[in-house]
């Protein structure tokens, strides 16, 4: 009795908690943990490759900030970050800012209206999902967008590397000094002290 009890709630948690697997990405389920809202889509998202990233595709008709990287969906909400295998479902807390987020210029709305990167003619490609999701692992390993089609800005020359690394920081800094990341970091510090060192509630380890 004890075991079919114990397998029925098994099965009921990999029903109901979605649990992203990938090498290199940590995902962090938490009950206290809130999901962000759901995105509303009449079709499947077109993407553009953005400049001067490792492959990272930004959403841009979608109002909120949606990029694909390396196979996953990311988003932004409340100063936390989520990931899933698809657009519009199946979203989980990731615990970290996904390291190609820092190589994103946050200005990028205004250069993909303006058809204008850092003073360079843009000319991007608007990728359906469905060829996004049949070719992004060949683009990758070919190096197709930054390489070979430098994406898509005219007269393009890459940066020095000490100014990317320079750009990285800037923007990290900017970002530790938003407001509800800064609450979040409260939030997940005071967790953890009630957690304790071992992971369990301070209070079950007495």
Not at 83 to 89: F, G, H, K, N, V
Not at 120 to 128: A, L, T, V
Not at 160 to 184: A, I, S
Request: glycine share 8%; aromatic share 16%; proline share 9%.
């Amino acid at each position: 009795m004890k075991k079919l009890l114990l397998g029925t709630i098994l099965l009921a948690l990999v029903l109901v908690v979605p649990i992203p697997t990938m090498a290199g990405v940590n995902v962090n389920i938490g009950i206290s943990i809130p999901l962000p809202p759901p995105i509303t889509f009449q079709a499947p998202p077109d993407v553009v490759a953005m400049p001067e990233t490792n492959d990272v595709y930004v959403a841009p008709d979608v109002q909120v900030d949606l990029f694909f990287w390396n196979g996953w969906w990311w988003r932004p909400w409340d100063g936390r970050w989520y990931c899933s295998r698809y657009y519009d479902r199946g979203w989980a807390y990731y615990n970290h800012v996904p390291s190609f987020y820092f190589d994103v210029d946050p200005g990028w709305r205004g250069y993909y209206r303006g058809h204008n990167w850092q003073g360079h003619p843009w000319n991007y490609e608007r990728i359906p999902n469905r060829q996004l999701q049949q070719n992004w692992k060949s683009w990758q390993k070919n190096g197709y967008w930054g390489r070979q089609r430098t994406w898509g800005v005219q007269s393009y020359h890459p940066r020095p590397q000490q100014q990317v690394k320079q750009l990285r920081n800037q923007r990290q800094q900017q970002y530790q000094q938003r407001p509800e990341v800064q609450r979040h970091q409260r939030e997940s510090q005071h967790q953890q002290y009630q957690r304790g060192p071992e992971g369990k509630d301070t209070e079950e380890r007495k």
